[in-house]
């Protein structure tokens, strides 16, 4: 008989005996947990832990004298690069279209050979007067048409060249600047061979000649390696430069050799000592690459001071003048000529009328000493002479006929007067303010090629080398449709555009360089300084 609650009852029971399986198989598999729980642990083994050891296996008191030393780097760099800064000079250079692309481009002919090349050329420098006086190297600066000086807080400054001295490699640029960081100078005379010191730099070039700020500042450390080195760079480039007029005799080579790197683009930029104060001006490597192979080399700071001093004060270099034509001492010349030692500097020739000879001087005398301070090379007689300045009296110690003597010559001045030659752009009327000489009109068949929307614009044809549209990647080919938020049309709306364009101005150009995403032209934007 049918009974209709059992009916119910078992239905009831059924479905609660199916619920609790269901959910026994559910929490098997992890379906009762959330769904963010069960993505993030999947099921399988568990995942390994790792475990990293993060403290020191030395005691601080173990390598505490390291740690000092590398504390002091930390804030001879803090204290010190603030006043490094990057130097950019430019150079111009005319030229001339080949034969193949006059036969292509017969228009390139005549009046286009006056649109030079521009040659960027980076350096460093630092800061030494709140003022803006900056110290470098000449050959950074020579021949400079257009100098920027950048600083660490991204500050840019035109400058102007003060004075430079080839025969020492120092040049003085001023910028105008107020409460500017700088450097504290030491003394080159209290350096000794095995001390530390850091060279600091401001390269900021890449390979191409470009800004880069990838590149800017950099910190190296080493020791001195040697005192009073002659590498005859000097004398080679002003024998290379006959336009300057300066006997390459007076040369004067007296480098600090250190081990700290010294690569391209840190000329100009500070030798420091431990105290942080520049002892140097790091100016060459020694290299068969290009590239730092050991061998650093900085114009010592006492001698770059008093170079220094004149160019701020006369606009050039009052050089000391004795007068004299000079060899090293051997070992042979000390035995011949009776010396204590293997130093000094042996006499061979007399200038006529000069100091030496006026004061008593003679051939094949061997000066040993300058006011008591021995004189150990013929490069370190031509430093300490440099020190010194004209119508200075000395007194120097020579050697003659084996014996000892004191003669007090007054110095007088090197005849060359190291004034600045300044150097004047080209004649650049056909390239515009932002380095592109010529444009032209997009036809259909153009805007085709370039798969542009259409024939509004105008497309670059050539640039000005080295000039500020190329260096922000702006050249032949790129298509142009606006400037400073105006339309361009065609070369006549071009050349409108830059008609009210000033010095130091900053022109915005939009323009499409080759670049395409999903078949489409993408256009970019060119933010371009004019150079003042």
Known sequence: MYDPLRAKAKVALSVAVSF??????????????????????????????????????????????????????????????????????????????????????????????????????????????????????????????????????????????????????????????????????????????????????????????????????????????????SLRLIDESLRQDPDFGVNPAFAIEDF????????????????????????????????????????????????????????VAHGRVRRAYLGVSIDPVGEADAERFGLPEVAGALIQNLTRNAPAERAGLQDYDVITALDGDKVLTGNDLQHKIALRAPGDPVRVTVYRDGQPRDITVQLGEAPFSGEVAEARPTVTENANQIGIVDVSDIDRELARNLRLESTDGVMVREVQEGGPAIRRGLGPGCAIREVDGRVIEDSRDWENAFKEVEEGDVVSVIAACGLQEAGETVYRMYNIRVPR
Do not use: C
Request: hydrophobic content about 40%.
């Open 256 to 311: 600090i050799q250190t081990d700290a790197v010294i690569n391209s683009g840190n000329s100009g930029g500070p030798l420091v000592n431990l105290r942080g104060q520049v002892i140097g001006i790091n100016a060459a490597i020694v290299s068969r690459t290009g590239a730092y192979q050991g061998y650093g080399f900085a114009i010592p700071m006492d001698l770059a001071h008093r170079v220094m001093e004149d160019l």
């Open 20 to 229: 609790l399986a269901g959910l026994g198989l559910a929490s098997q598999f992890g379906f009762t947990e959330s769904a963010g729980t069960a993505l993030a642990e999947p099921p399988g083994p568990a995942r390994p832990t790792l475990t990293v050891q993060t403290g020191p296996r030395v005691s601080p008191e173990a390598v505490q004298p390291a740690l000092d030393l590398s504390q002091a780097f930390v804030n001879i760099a803090d204290a010190v690069t603030p006043a490094v800064v990057m130097i950019e000079a430019t150079r111009q250079r005319v030229r001339r279209p080949s034969r193949m692309e006059l036969f292509f481009d017969p228009r390139r002919n005549g009046e286009r050979d006056n649109v030079p090349d521009i040659v960027p050329v980076g350096g460093s420098g630092f800061i030494i007067s709140e003022d803006g006086y900056v110290m470098t190297n000449n050959h950074v600066v020579e021949a400079a048409v257009r100098i920027t000086v950048s600083l660490q807080d991204g500050r840019k400054f035109r400058a102007e060249v003060v004075g430079t001295d080839p025969t020492t490699d120092i040049a003085v640029v001023k910028i105008d600047g107020g409460g500017l960081p700088t450097a504290s100078l030491g003394s080159s005379a209290e350096v000794e061979v095995g001390e530390w010191v850091l060279a600091i730099g401001n390269p900021g070039f890449a390979r191409s000649g470009a800004p880069s700020p990838d590149l800017d500042y950099t910190v190296t450390a080493g020791i001195v390696s040697a005192l009073g080195r």
